[in-house]
């Protein structure tokens, strides 16, 4: 296993304890799979984002590559800082 797969698995464990199995996509709020996660810089490193634990978070694949392919993250306006996710109010389903 590579290195990035075994922190992978190492955040997502660590996650799926401390929220009791349910493990949320950073992008979307939607419970994530083991076979389904992939690692997601929070601030991307074309931004000066780094890969360390506190930069990466869970995202489904699909998610992760769509992030990457509409070049923005909608911000949340019920906690800034935050990202958008479809469980925020006014966020259709």
Do not use: F
């Amino acid at each position: 296993m590579s290195r990035l797969g075994h922190t992978r698995d190492k955040i997502y464990k660590t996650v799926a304890r401390q929220l009791h199995g349910v493990v949320p996509c950073w992008v979307c709020g939607e419970h994530v799979t083991p076979q389904a996660a992939t690692l997601e810089h929070i601030k991307p490193l074309s931004e000066g984002g780094n890969s360390h634990a506190e930069n990466l978070a869970i995202s489904h694949e699909v998610c992760n590559g769509q992030r990457h392919a509409a070049g923005v993250v909608p911000a949340s306006a019920a906690a800034p800082g935050r990202v958008l996710r479809r469980a925020d109010p006014g966020v259709p389903a």
